[in-house]
């Protein structure tokens, strides 16, 4: 007799896999065409919001004129350094929900992240769209 109920439960992904999906577009910084998963996209986002945090939490936080300047110094390295990156993982996540990357401008405009937050949250397009098939979701096959 069968169950309704599945016997396999869905894997959740660990701390590697999420750690591998953020690393992805520090590897992929010069793609800008094809398709970027939500988890790479969210999972990059928050691993950048996470550095540079902590260099903001370093300068606010310490009593001491020397971790204001090291908060201030690598935070200063960091930035141009994951600039890059997340602006070709937010045009191939633009792409994977079959919208033009030049929509990533909006950001610019007064208030237009309350418009580009919502984007990001949508599902992706199924199969294959104009910019490509999906994004692979394991992080080793993405290169």
């Known amino acids: 007799?069968?169950?309704?109920?599945?016997?396999?439960?869905?894997?959740?992904?660990?701390?590697?896999?999420?750690?591998?999906?953020?690393?992805?577009?520090?590897?992929?910084?010069?793609?800008?065409?094809?398709?970027a998963?939500?988890?790479?996209?969210?999972?990059?986002?928050?691993?950048?919001?996470?550095?540079?945090?902590?260099?903001?939490?370093?300068?606010?936080?310490?009593h001491s004129a020397i971790w204001i300047q090291v908060g201030m110094s690598v935070g200063a390295v960091l930035v141009p350094l994951l600039l890059l990156p997340m602006i070709a993982v937010t045009i191939r996540r633009l792409h994977d929900i079959d919208e033009s990357g030049w929509l990533a401008v909006i950001v610019l405009v007064p208030l237009g992240v309350f418009v580009f937050f919502?984007?990001?949250?949508?599902?992706?397009?199924?199969?294959?769209?104009?910019?490509?098939?999906?994004?692979?979701?394991d992080p080793q096959s993405g290169a």
């Not at 294959?128 to 692979?136: D, E, I, K, Q």
């Open 1 to 35: 007799m069968s169950s309704i109920f599945p016997t396999d439960s869905p894997r959740l992904p660990s701390l590697i896999d999420c750690l591998g999906f953020g690393l992805l577009p520090l590897k992929r910084y010069r793609t800008f065409s094809g398709r």
């Open 37 to 62: 998963s939500r988890r790479e996209f969210w999972a990059f986002s928050l691993l950048a919001s996470a550095a540079l945090g902590s260099c903001y939490a370093l300068m606010m936080w310490s």
């Open 118 to 137: 919502p984007l990001m949250l949508l599902p992706p397009t199924p199969g294959t769209n104009r910019f490509g098939s999906r994004a692979p979701e």
